[in-house]
């Protein structure tokens, strides 16, 4: 399985990215997609979930009106549209795919999702 994110970049405040996660070697349309972001010196944080389907999101506090993520089963592409970045948002983000087939709701744990991209890095200036 490989997932391979893209989209980071340097922006300033206030404007918006578009992350991209494509994903092989799994059958993409039956497992829930996570995106989660590590700052320097802190811990990996579940940031936008999305079930199998795409009927069903989980955000976290800091994502919440702010972030959208989607999914194109078609494609086998995880979205992760960010407006109104902030300083604070600055990370490596990851995609990351759900452990369990066809499995319903949305994961926020890390150990809930067993194969991760490489990360793309998003860095927002004050």
């Known amino acids: 399985v490989q997932l391979q994110a893209s989209g980071g970049g340097l922006v300033q405040a206030g404007d918006s990215l578009r992350l991209s996660c494509v994903v092989s070697g799994r059958t993409f349309s039956m497992y829930a997609m996570g995106w989660f972001r590590q700052a320097p010196g802190k811990e990996r944080e579940f940031v936008a979930g999305i079930n199998w389907s795409g009927s069903s999101t989980v955000y976290a506090d800091s994502a919440k009106g702010r972030f959208t993520i989607s999914r194109d089963n078609a494609k086998n592409t995880v979205y992760l549209q960010m407006n109104s970045l902030k300083p604070e948002d600055t990370a490596v983000y990851y995609c990351?795919?759900?452990?369990?087939?066809?499995?319903?709701?949305?994961?926020?744990?890390?150990?809930?999702?067993?194969?991760w991209g490489q990360g793309t890095l998003v860095t927002v200036s004050s």
């Open positions: 990351a795919v759900d452990r369990v087939w066809g499995r319903n709701g949305v994961r926020v744990q890390l150990y809930e999702y067993d194969y």
